[in-house]
């Protein structure tokens, strides 16, 4: 059974860090796309936007123009774990944040977690 862990969320002030993580298990990782995915309070069900992503090698990373020098997204293939160090947080960076996986050579085999809440707010 294939499960993404989030873990990390939580209450900072604007200018403060907090650094997500994600487990994954059931899926052999070294084979997956990561990617960190956010969902603000008032957006439509479902619309996430893409914060952040490194490929299944971890030699690639991308990320949205509104987090670029502030997130950094990193994986560890040893103990199946992504994570997000995000920096300099704003009150517009508050959102549920997801992770995802998705299968580097078969997109269809794609995974969500349950997401963590991250709350920028002074």
């Known amino acids: 059974q294939v499960q993404l862990v989030e873990s990390g969320g939580g209450l900072v002030q604007p200018g403060g860090s907090l650094r997500l993580s994600c487990a994954a298990s059931g899926v052999d990782f070294s084979t997956y796309t990561m990617s960190w995915y956010r969902q603000a309070p008032q957006a439509p069900e479902k619309e996430r936007e893409l914060?952040?992503?490194?490929?299944?090698?971890?030699?690639?990373?991308a990320y949205a123009d509104s987090v670029k020098s502030r997130f950094t997204i990193s994986r560890d293939g040893a103990k199946k774990m992504v994570y997000l160090q995000m920096s300099s947080l704003k009150p517009e960076d508050t959102a549920m944040y997801y992770c995802n996986a998705v299968h580097n050579w078969s997109p269809r085999l794609y995974y969500w977690g349950q997401g963590t809440q991250v709350t920028v707010s002074s």
């Open positions: 914060v952040a992503i490194i490929s299944y090698d971890g030699v690639s990373t």
